[in-house]
């Protein structure tokens, strides 16, 4: 069981990037030919994925050193995984599409470039087989190896200058948010390509701020919401609660845990903000001291009406839930394009093919189709879209309570 969850989960995914790269580098001739995009022309994604890569490199190397091959192959994995899989390809799959060779789809080539080749060359010594096989892949595309195997290739080398810890914390920052607001979508069923209006985030203090503020854009784009508001931790917007975790807090104050939990659960927003931010918090019980910290309870936000709330340590979101009639027009155009780039995908057409579309007319879905033509034909290189009473030969479309015949033919 083991071994087959490394093959999917690592090997896998592994397998997946590079097919993703090779299928777009050879629709662009990419052979890195050209000179380095230098690190200051590049995008603020590319610098952060090659950072990680070079404290990953750094890391890995001591692992070998410290003959501890088990953690090198979970730091490779994690790497490969969350951070280039889940994260630089997912969110840069548009830079690789269609158009000419710019500066910016180069950048991007060559970033990806440069993480699968290291990554071959450092998880050569513990899957000797399948990293000869990219490694030799790769060079003979590129030519930027002579050698024969990985296994004859220089051991890669970090360099402290590429690595950025403001940067890496940063895109922490939007990684975790991301993946709170997407949990709380699943928690009320909502689809990623449902837009939603806005998020809220109480923050801590100015440097989460800056942090998050950095990576706004990002963060919008990835969950699909319209805005992102910060409100001061303490503006009552959410409200905050605190419970004790009596195992801990029990042994700690002893006879004074009674006294204790009522004060914690007492608290105000103002002293809960003061807790988040410290780290910890000062009670006066009847002359005596009585410090918690944040490890000692747990604080939640209550949900408030429309609205969903999650808390992971610092870091607290709010969700707003309403779909108003317009999101869920643009949510049905997304969902549209999804489903034809399927049928694409399933009818064999080459990803340059242009098609043309015809729709059946459906009350439910023909606002969204005239409001979003436009959008929908750009994203899956659609010549024409057009209603109609009756589509011949067309494919069903299932929706939650109702269904559509589309009719996609190359042109």
């Not at 059946?360 to 659609?382: C, F, H, M, W």
């Amino acid at each position: 069981d083991g071994v087959e969850e490394v093959r999917r989960k690592f090997f896998g995914t592994l397998y997946n990037t590079y097919s993703f790269f090779a299928l777009y580098a050879n629709v662009d001739e990419f052979e890195y030919k050209e000179a380095d995009v230098p690190m200051t022309e590049r995008s603020e994604i590319d610098r952060w994925i090659l950072s990680v890569l070079n404290t990953l490199v750094k890391n890995v190397d001591a692992c070998y050193n410290e003959y501890e091959p088990t953690k090198a192959g979970r730091l490779i994995s994690e790497f490969v995984n969350d951070n280039l899989s889940n994260w630089y390809v997912r969110l840069n799959r548009k830079r690789f599409w269609g158009g000419g060779m710019t500066q910016d789809k180069l950048s991007a080539f060559q970033t990806l470039y440069t993480c699968l080749e290291t990554v071959a060359k450092l998880m050569a010594p513990i899957a000797p087989f399948y990293a000869d096989m990219l490694y030799t892949d790769l060079v003979t595309a590129t030519g930027r190896d002579n050698v024969v195997s990985v296994h004859l290739a220089k051991f890669p080398e970090y360099k402290e200058e590429m690595i950025d810890k403001g940067l890496e914390a940063r895109m922490r920052m939007a990684q975790d948010i991301t993946s709170m607001v997407l949990a709380l979508r699943r928690k009320v069923n909502i689809k990623v390509r449902q837009p939603l209006q806005c998020i809220m985030i109480p923050v801590v203090d100015e440097e989460q701020r800056a942090h998050i503020e950095a990576v706004k854009a990002l963060v919008m784009n990835e969950v699909n919401v319209k805005e992102i508001k910060f409100v001061d931790g303490a503006a009552g917007v959410l409200v905050k609660k605190v419970k004790c975790d009596f195992k801990k807090l029990g042994p700690k104050f002893g006879k004074q845990m009674k006294a204790v939990a009522a004060a914690v659960a007492e608290m105000s927003q103002n002293a809960i903000a003061e807790l988040e931010k410290n780290g910890s918090y000062t009670f006066n019980l009847d002359g005596a001291e009585a410090v918690i910290e944040t490890a000692d309870v747990e604080i939640f936000s209550e949900d408030i009406p429309g609205w969903l709330v999650a808390n992971e340590g610092r870091l607290t979101v709010a969700l707003e839930v309403t779909v108003t009639e317009e999101l869920r027009r643009e949510g049905i155009a997304r969902e549209l394009v999804n489903r034809i780039q399927n049928i694409r995908k399933s009818s064999g057409f080459e990803i340059t093919d242009k098609i043309k579309i015809t729709l059946s007319k459906n009350p439910q879905t023909d606002d969204a189709v005239n409001e979003y033509n436009n959008y929908i034909r750009n994203q899956v290189l659609g010549t024409s879209l057009i209603l109609a009473n009756n589509v011949e030969n067309g494919t069903e479309l299932n929706f939650d309570d109702f269904s559509l015949y589309v009719s996609v033919v190359k042109e």
